[in-house]
C-alpha cells in the first residue's frame, strides 16, 4: 500500500542543513495501522508530511499502491493528495464555517452540486455521530466534537489513506478512547489505512498494529505492537 524507499529529508537553513529523515524504509500494508512514535524533534511529522506531499523529499522513493508520488507533476500530486485525508492535533477547522459547512468545504472544492455534497456530509456527520451539531461553529465544540468533524472533513473525498499528526494529543483520556476507537471503525469498515504519528505509548498500544520508533531521524526499531511489549 506505502512504500518508502531510503527516504531522507534535509532542511537548509541559510548556512545550516538539518538532516531531519536519515535513509528511512517502510511498507505499510492495505488496511493496517501503523504507528510512528518519538520524542519531539525526531522526524515524525517531516515522514507524515512527505507521505502526503506536504513536503519535498530530499531523496528516495514513496510509492503508493504501486505508483511513485516523488517526481510527479503537480496534477497529479493533486489527485494523490484527494486519496490522503490527513488530521492533526489542533484540528485545523476553518473557525467561520460551520460544521456542516466545514465538511462540505472539501466537496466544494471539488465541485460536486450542492445535492451530491449535502448527501455525503449528512452521511458524514451521522457516521460520526454528530448530526445535532451541523449549525455549531467550531468555537462551540468540544475537543473530541472538533476531531470528530476533522476526521468527517477527512473522509470526505473516500480517501484510502488516513495520516494523523498528533490527532489524540490535545484530549483527555476518555475522548482519545472514543476517537481511537472511531479511527478504528472506519479501518474496519472503510479497510482504510491509517498512519498516525504520535508520543503517547497509550495510543500505540491501543489500536496500532505495527509501530516504528524514530529517534534522530532513523527508525530504531520497527515491529508489532505485541513484539515491542513483551520485548523484556
Ligand atoms: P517531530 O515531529 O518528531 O517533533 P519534526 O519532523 O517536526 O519532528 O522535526 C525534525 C527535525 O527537523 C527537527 O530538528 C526540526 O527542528 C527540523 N525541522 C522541522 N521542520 C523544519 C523546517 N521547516 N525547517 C528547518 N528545520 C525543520
Ligand atoms: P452558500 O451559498 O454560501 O454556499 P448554502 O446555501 O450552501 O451557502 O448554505 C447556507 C447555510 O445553510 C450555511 O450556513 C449552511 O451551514 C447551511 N446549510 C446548507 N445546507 C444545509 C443542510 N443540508 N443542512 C443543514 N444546514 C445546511
Request: aromatic share 6%.
Amino acid at each position: 500500500m506505502i512504500k518508502v524507499e531510503n527516504l531522507s529529508k534535509i532542511y537548509k537553513n541559510n548556512n545550516e542543513e538539518i538532516y531531519a529523515l536519515k535513509d528511512i524504509n517502510l511498507q505499510i500494508k492495505k488496511g493496517e495501522i501503523f504507528g510512528i512514535i518519538g520524542l519531539s524533534g525526531a522526524g515524525k511529522s517531516t515522514l507524515i508530511r512527505c507521505l502526503n506531499r506536504l513536503e519535498e523529499p530530499s531523496n528516495g522513493k514513496i510509492f503508493i499502491d504501486g505508483s511513485e508520488i516523488t517526481n510527479i507533476d503537480n496534477t497529479s500530486l493533486r489527485e494523490t493528495r484527494k486519496e490522503i485525508g490527513m488530521i492533526f492535533q489542533h484540528f485545523n477547522l476553518l473557525s467561520s464555517k460551520n460544521v456542516y459547512k466545514n465538511i462540505a468545504f472539501p466537496l466544494e472544492l471539488k465541485g460536486l452540486s450542492k445535492e451530491e455534497i449535502d448527501k455525503r456530509v449528512n452521511t458524514l456527520l451521522k457516521y460520526v455521530e454528530l448530526e445535532d451539531k451541523k449549525l455549531a461553529y467550531p468555537s462551540q465544540l468540544s475537543g473530541g466534537q472538533k476531531q470528530r468533524v476533522a476526521i468527517a472533513r477527512s473522509l470526505a473525498n473516500n480517501p484510502k489513506i488516513l495520516l494523523s499528526d498528533e490527532g489524540t494529543s490535545a484530549l483527555d483520556p476518555k475522548t482519545t478512547k472514543s476517537i481511537l476507537d472511531l479511527l478504528d471503525k472506519i479501518r474496519k469498515e472503510f479497510g482504510l489505512t491509517i498512519v498516525l504519528i504520535t508520543h503517547q505509548m497509550e495510543v500505540i498500544k491501543d489500536i496500532c498494529d505495527r509501530v516504528a520508533i524514530i529517534e534522530d531521524g532513523r527508525i530504531i526499531e520497527l515491529s508489532t505492537v505485541e513484539e515491542i511489549f513483551t520485548n523484556p
